[in-house]
């Protein structure tokens, strides 16, 4: 008995030991930062970095579709990494196509908003400037074939080095790109099939689409609008974002989803890329609890998807409606302001009335372009507005409106949704409101958005739980009780300083999102438009589905092999060393 006392301690800990090895099945890559002891991803330099020879095998297991990085506006300076590199009509496209979001989501890694690359490679007119990889991944396969993106994902885990899944590079807060790792790029994935009758488990009958990992919304409204019947989707506002990456994982609202409910609300199956490396689909019947999470759990958390298979819906007419209140109507930015109020704490009439709205505010200028009103004609979306107008007319703010009538939904999508420009170098955040706070504290709400400075907010009309869709999903529970969703944003110069960033970043969280949280206090937000400083960010992007999702993460990637930061269980790790090396603490 004593002997076997004295042993258990020492059996335990061996076990322990063992438990932890196999767990983490990687050496520790030691890092001392700021007083603590950490254990990083490897980064080249490291001892635990690749050999030559490993990249060469890597590049062969995908055919040749390793590309080492070189930042796109490289060819506006004279060189990079020792070598020349500067090329005058090449520059020249490159600086005709900053704000361009197609040709950026085309790139093999840019992100749309240069915050996130660390601005240290800008298309300049002075080719003297010194350009560097910044933020960007080091290398990244052009994945072609789903064996391609698991020889990326083996890779990774095998050598320990961080992973970055890129598809279109519209991340507002910059999480498809990584110092220092390996990209899979997902965007050649452009394969759709439309299913007419799914009979896959669910007990779903209706029509259905198989929408590969790179397809973007406006190309899937226009391949459903090509269908015979015709039929839609519930995708984003914006026609370049890509539909089944990071969109659907965060939830994914759009000018669809007050009458169908989210994106993610859409969702039938998956088919995945574990972090082990397996071929893996998720649906009801297989792998239950990965389908839950993928369906609004966060992007790149806990698979690479390589395609989804979501619900269709018969096209129906609708109606549209824009709205302005501009400098054309009036130079008193609190006359502008006064409008944006009025429209503003009418949301939940919008949303009862089965509509989504998209707008901008900023001080001096509303646009509200469009109110989509699915199955509506103009005299019926003209009854649901007059209250806006009458009370605008009331306290005699000045505005001019539209009113427009569409056989399809995507006639009016592509008559009234406008192009989006990318490069801006900002940092987002955004609060979503409900029905009940717009209610109680409408006004103060306004207030609110009247505090976000030049940078106004980009709001979306939302309400996805209209319908009222019976859906077990990852997606914060307050989504079903919204009404109104705003991204707001701080500009910055992209040659700030560190401590300028902090201080952008303070502003941000503080004074621009603290009002409207104030404001708001049966409100949330959103992991794909969020505040990467958020407080409390579990709860608040994912409420009381939190802590299954981070039971989840545990399960399906172990390791952490995927990273996108707020996501679940990346509580674990932190961007030490200057925004630079992905570290554990230990
Ligand atoms: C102009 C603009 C308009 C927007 N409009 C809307 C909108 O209307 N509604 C809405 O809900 N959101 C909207 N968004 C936000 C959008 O949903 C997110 O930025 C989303 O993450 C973009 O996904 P992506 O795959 O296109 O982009 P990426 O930047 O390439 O990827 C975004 C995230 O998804 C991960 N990811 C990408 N592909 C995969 C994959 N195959 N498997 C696993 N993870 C992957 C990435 O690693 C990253 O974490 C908008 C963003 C912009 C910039
Ligand atoms: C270093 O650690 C201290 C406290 O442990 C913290 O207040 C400070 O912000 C840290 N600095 C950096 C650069 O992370
Ligand atoms: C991968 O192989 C292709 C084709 O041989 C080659 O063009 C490319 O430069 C290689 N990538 C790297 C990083 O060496
Ligand atoms: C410069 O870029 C153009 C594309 O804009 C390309 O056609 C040309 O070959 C490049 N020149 C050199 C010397 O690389
Ligand atoms: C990022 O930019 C900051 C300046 O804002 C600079 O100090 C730092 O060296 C840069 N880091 C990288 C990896 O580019
Ligand atoms: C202002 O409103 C008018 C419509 O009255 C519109 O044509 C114009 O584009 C708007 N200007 C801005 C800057 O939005
Ligand atoms: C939604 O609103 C209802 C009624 O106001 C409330 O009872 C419920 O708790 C809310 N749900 C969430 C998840 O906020
Ligand atoms: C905070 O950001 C807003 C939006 O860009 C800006 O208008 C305001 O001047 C900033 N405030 C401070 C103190 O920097
Ligand atoms: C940063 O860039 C702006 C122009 O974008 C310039 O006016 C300013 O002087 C620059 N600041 C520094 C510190 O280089």
Redesign the pocket.
């Known amino acids: 008995m004593r002997f076997s006392f004295q042993l258990y301690p020492v059996i335990l800990v061996l076990l322990h030991l063992r438990a932890l090895a196999s767990a983490q099945n990687v050496p520790v890559n030691h890092f001392t930062w700021n007083g603590s002891e950490y254990s990083c991803k490897c980064y080249q330099g490291d001892t635990c970095w690749p050999s030559p020879h490993e990249w060469k095998s890597l590049n062969a297991s995908v055919d040749g579709n390793l590309q080492l990085v070189v930042p796109d506006a490289a060819v506006c300076h004279d060189s990079f990494e020792g070598k020349p590199t500067y090329n005058a009509s090449a520059c020249e496209e490159v600086q005709a196509n900053v704000a361009n979001q197609q040709w950026q989501s085309d790139r093999a890694v840019a992100n749309h908003w240069l915050f996130w690359t660390n601005a240290t490679c800008l298309p300049t007119t002075n080719r003297n400037d010194p350009c560097t990889l910044g933020y960007l991944p080091r290398s990244v396969i052009l994945a072609k074939k789903k064996s391609h993106i698991r020889a990326g994902i083996n890779f990774a885990r095998q050598s320990n080095i961080r992973l970055v899944i890129r598809n279109t590079g519209h991340d507002f807060m910059g999480r498809s790109t990584g110092y220092g790792s390996l990209a899979i790029n997902t965007h050649s994935f452009k394969d759709a099939h439309f299913i007419k009758k799914y009979t896959g488990p669910g007990g779903y009958t209706g029509g259905a689409v198989t929408v590969g990992a790179g397809i973007q919304g406006g190309e899937l409204l226009r391949m459903s609008n090509q269908q015979n019947p015709k039929v839609t989707v519930v995708t984003g506002e914006c026609a370049t974002v890509g539909f089944a990456g990071g969109f659907i994982q965060g939830g994914g609202h759009g000018p669809l989803a007050t009458l169908h409910g989210m994106a993610a609300d859409q969702a039938l199956s998956f088919e995945v890329i574990a972090a082990d490396g397996s071929y893996v689909t998720a649906n009801a019947d297989s792998n239950a609890d990965l389908f839950w999470a993928l369906k609004g759990g966060g992007p790149s958390t806990f698979a690479a998807i390589v395609s989804a298979t979501v619900k269709t819906f018969a096209e129906t007419p609708a109606a549209g409606v824009i709205v302005n209140i501009n400098s054309t109507h009036t130079t008193d930015n609190e006359v502008v302001w006064k409008g944006f109020a009025a429209f503003h704490n009418l949301a939940n009439r919008w949303v009862d009335n089965g509509m989504f709205v998209y707008y901008e505010y900023t001080p001096g200028r509303l646009h509200i372009q469009p109110f989509v009103g699915p199955n509506m004609d103009k005299a019926k979306i003209t009854e649901v507005v007059q209250p806006l107008f009458d009370q605008l007319n009331k306290e005699a703010i000045p505005f001019s409106f539209a009113v427009k009538e569409f056989p399809t939904f995507f006639d009016l999508y592509v008559d009234l949704f406008e192009s989006e420009t990318a490069g801006v170098i900002s940092i987002v955040g955004g609060r979503l409101f409900t029905k009940q706070d717009i209610e109680q504290s409408g006004d103060q709400i306004a207030l609110g958005v009247k505090r976000?400075?030049?940078?106004g907010v980009v709001g979306h009309i939302v309400g996805p739980g209209y319908g009222a869709p019976k859906v077990d999903n990852a997606i914060h529970p307050t989504w079903r009780n919204a009404s109104s969703f705003s991204i707001t944003?701080?500009?910055v110069d992209p040659n700030i300083t560190l401590t300028q960033k902090s201080?952008?970043q303070k502003?941000?969280t503080n004074?621009?999102d603290g009002p409207l949280r104030a404001a708001s206090p049966h409100g949330a937000a959103y992991v794909n438009e969020g505040d990467l400083e958020e407080p409390n960010w579990q709860t608040t992007f994912w409420g009381s589905n939190y802590p299954r999702l981070r039971s989840l993460k545990k399960k399906w990637d172990p390791l952490g092999v995927f990273y996108a930061r707020t996501t679940p269980g990346t509580e674990e790790w932190e961007v030490i060393d200057f925004g630079r090396k992905l570290c554990k603490k230990i």
């Open positions: 976000t400075g030049d940078a944003s701080v500009f201080e952008a502003n941000l004074n621009i």
